[in-house]
């Protein structure tokens, strides 16, 4: 399972920015990429504060966040500040909604996450032209 929650997170990180577009995406699912976003963001902000990552990695986060945000239909963005708040203590929500610690569950190390997730950020704000 920690496995799966880790790179779940970086695969949903990744694949946002081909799957916010999608015509008629489910209001749940929208919901959900924002929340993971939101949550990564927090993360960002999380390895930038262990060193492994520069302070431009948080506004690319910022960045990606704003775009999700601004997807026509609407986005319930109701969790989001909750979602930051528990990636800047380095958790994220395992596949049963519980908190789990990135730290002990990033199965490539800590240091390795930031800078996939940093990566899947800056490559993804290429593709939508940010």
Same mark, same amino acid.
């Given at each position: 399972?920690?496995?799966?929650?880790?790179?779940?997170?970086?695969?949903?990180?990744?694949?946002?920015?081909?799957?916010?577009?999608?015509?008629?995406?489910?209001?749940? /699912?929208? +919901?959900? %990429?924002?929340?993971?976003?939101?949550?990564?963001? !927090?993360?960002?902000?999380?390895?930038? $504060? #262990?060193?492994?990552?520069?302070?431009?990695?948080?506004?690319? /986060?910022? +960045?990606? %966040?704003?775009?999700?945000?601004?997807?026509?239909? !609407?986005?319930?963005?109701?969790?989001? $500040? #909750?979602?930051?708040?528990?990636?800047?203590?380095?958790?994220?929500?395992?596949?049963?909604?519980?908190?789990?610690?990135?730290?002990?569950?990033?199965?490539?190390?800590?240091?390795?996450?930031?800078?996939?997730?940093?990566?899947?950020?800056?490559?993804?704000?290429?593709?939508?032209?940010?």
């Amino acid at each position: 399972m920690k496995k799966s929650i880790l790179t779940g997170m970086i695969a949903a990180t990744l694949g946002l920015f081909n799957t916010a577009n999608a015509e008629g995406m489910d209001p749940a /699912a929208l +919901k959900n %990429v924002y929340d993971i976003t939101r949550n990564t963001a !927090g993360l960002m902000s999380y390895c930038v $504060d #262990k060193g492994f990552l520069k302070a431009d990695s948080i506004d690319n /986060a910022k +960045k990606m %966040v704003a775009y999700v945000a601004a997807i026509p239909g !609407g986005v319930d963005t109701r969790d989001g $500040d #909750k979602r930051e708040a528990m990636g800047r203590e380095g958790n994220v929500l395992n596949d049963d909604g519980k908190v789990v610690a990135l730290e002990k569950e990033a199965p490539q190390g800590l240091q390795a996450w930031c800078q996939q997730a940093d990566e899947g950020i800056r490559q993804g704000l290429t593709s939508i032209g940010q």
